[in-house]
């Protein structure tokens, strides 16, 4: 695959487009998860894929790899929000520290998602 002369495989814009689908659609997948008792919610489905995807779509239109820079980011924010948390806020519960941080990760990693997408599609066009 070839992004000089614009083309652009329409497997990769399956799974580009499949996470976006599923967001749009995740209270009724989750309201499926909750009727048969299972406690994952569809971000956590969604984080696994977005960090295999961005690493594929890196290997494959930029030639390197995002997964260390992701991992920095995600672990500098991991530390930030704990510093913040003990010292400021005085308590560290994990329970809590996990769930915001968790949150944070999904958000990090959309908006890698997203940018990324962003700038192929400016690729392909140009």
Known sequence: MDIIDGSVDLIIIIFYILPII??????KINRQFRLVNIPVKVVD???????????FLGKLYFEINFIPY???VLSLTGIIIATFRTF????????????????????ILLTGYLAIGIFITYLAII
Do not use: D, T
Request: glycine share 0%; no cysteine.
């Open 45 to 55: 489905l969604l984080i696994p894929y977005m960090l295999i995807l961005l690493f």
């Open 70 to 72: 992701i991992i920095i």
């Open 88 to 107: 400021v806020k005085e308590e560290l519960n994990i329970y809590f520290f996990f769930r915001i941080w968790w949150r944070y990760v999904f958000l």
């Open 22 to 27: 599923i967001l749009l659609f995740s209270k």
